[in-house]
């Protein structure tokens, strides 16, 4: 077992066998969570030693595997297993992890709930009848269930903070470029991270460290030197360790309908982190309700290009039919399941002829206003800022039908991906039993800084985190 | 602008997905609603932006190395293989292309 592990406060050393223990106990598979596509029960660790040693691991049915299928919830890929292997993921096994399971998800990270999955929903641990979140839905149940430490999952508009929210757990998702991509099943490849679970700060952040950094299969994973990121505990930390940090407190975010009893776990964690030493200071994005209107015409975008590869000829499923143009398209309206239809269609809609300078392009330009005002509040000597992660905590299973009312439950994460910088969300709170998220975003590269805010906020909350 | 059922059969053909006619009206309702919510962006100045951050915030670089080596033989996942290609099921409009597909994986 990892020493570095071990020296978290809030488990004791978590084995394999723990984990198996935890997965049948709360019954981490289809009869229960439903949190698991596939589970290895033989795996054990390939290297002797290693930062995270012995410790069971959980990944994204997105992420590319060698001895597990990858579906990415989708019947399209049911039984596709990759000839090669995420980088994300091998770089966890060759830190000693050992891969417990792929997670269920959203069909191809589309949804906000874990409900598109063709498998079936994902269940909240902390409330059968209630979503995880999603689209990482399945990580953030097998971490919050205890089946796991930590876990992988992708992020494209908040699908690791917004089910790390509503499962009471922490959620990271790094700088655009920070990890490589290599192995994660595109969806919206200019907004696409690998993110990390962790059941507190110091397990996601050794989680990230282990998975970050320059990769020669992943062009766009950005050559930046990784700084230590797992924050000293708290317990070792000074009187007023925040002391010089200006946190900013983004207006937007805290809107007059803003959810009461959210609004107040968010302001007890502001005055903790005031009582840590830090500066709160108001500020202002003003483009913050022009966010969900452009990702959900970005994402579907280059969802409509990207998805364009399953054809039937190349992955998974293939319809019999006579000629080849409808080989395709009754491969693709049988694959593919309702929520990436409509994106699809979507996308392609405000990709068409006639249509692209009204939507595509003018989307463009307000994502480039949306990161420049993240660039200049940052200017001006803010470090961080602090938000809610989510409007609400988790809803039931079914109570959300509208596609657009879904997209809303986005509304305070996909900024952190239009403009390519670093959040997460942890858990402040609990509004009627169920978890509150307070997310902190960052400067492109300000991981460290991030986390050490997080990991003394939570240890100045707590058992508040979860009150 | 709203989209009708004629422009959801249209993308759905550019998109190559078979949509049953009995979906078009609800497809119709469904994508008018999330477009209406677009609207909002038209009224945006956005005269002098540029479309994309810069580059500093989003770094690439050459893609000058080789491709990874597959970490499984091609025989493993390919359905069926000869000569070193792939081989997918023949459809009918093919035709006969000549001597028969070997299974020489």
Partial sequence: MSERLEESEALDAHTVAHAWSAYDRVKGGADGLNAFLAIDRDAS????????HGVPVAVKDNLATLTLPTTCGSRMLEGYVSPFEATAVRRLREAGAVLIGKTNMDEFAMGSSSENSAYGPVRNPLDHSRVPGGSSGGS?????????????????????????AFCGIVGVKPTYGRVSRYGLVAYASSLDNVGVFGRCVRDAALGLEVIAGPDRFDATCADVPVPPLVPARSGQSRHMPLTGLVIGKPREYFPENLDP????????????????????????????DLAVPVYYIIAPAEASSNLARYDGVRYGLRAEAADLGTMYEQT?????????????????????AGYYDAYYKRAQAVRALIADEFTRVFATGVHLLFTPTAPSPAFRIGEVSDPYEMYLSDIYTVTANLAGIPAMSQPIGRVDGMPVGGQFMAPHFEEAIMLRAAAALEGALGAEAHQ | MSVSPDD?????????????????????????????????????????VPLMPSTAAMPLRDDALPPDALQRDRAAFAPRARDGFFLVPRLATHGQLGASTGDDA
Wanted: proline share 4%; glycine share 10%; with cysteine.
């Fill in chain 1, 45 to 52: 660790p390939m290297v002797a030693e290693g930062p995270l």
């Fill in chain 1, 140 to 164: 953030a149940a097998a971490v919050a269930a205890g089946i796991v430490r930590i876990a992988l999952g992708s992020e494209t508009g908040g699908s690791v903070r917004q089910p790390a």
């Fill in chain 1, 261 to 288: 009893r959210i609004a107040v776990h968010c302001e007890r964690a502001l005055a903790r982190l005031v009582e840590l030493g830090a500066e709160v200071r108001d500020v202002s994005l003003p483009s913050t």
């Fill in chain 1, 332 to 352: 693709r309206s049988r694959g593919f399941g309702t929520e990436v239809t409509r994106r699809i269609l979507l996308g392609t809609y405000v990709l068409s």
């Fill in chain 2, 8 to 48: 959801v059969r249209h993308v759905a053909r550019l998109a190559r997905l078979g949509i049953d006619d009995g979906r078009i009206p609800a497809l119709v309702t469904e994508l008018n609603g999330i477009l209406a919510h677009m609207d909002v962006l038209q009224q945006v100045d956005v005269s002098g």
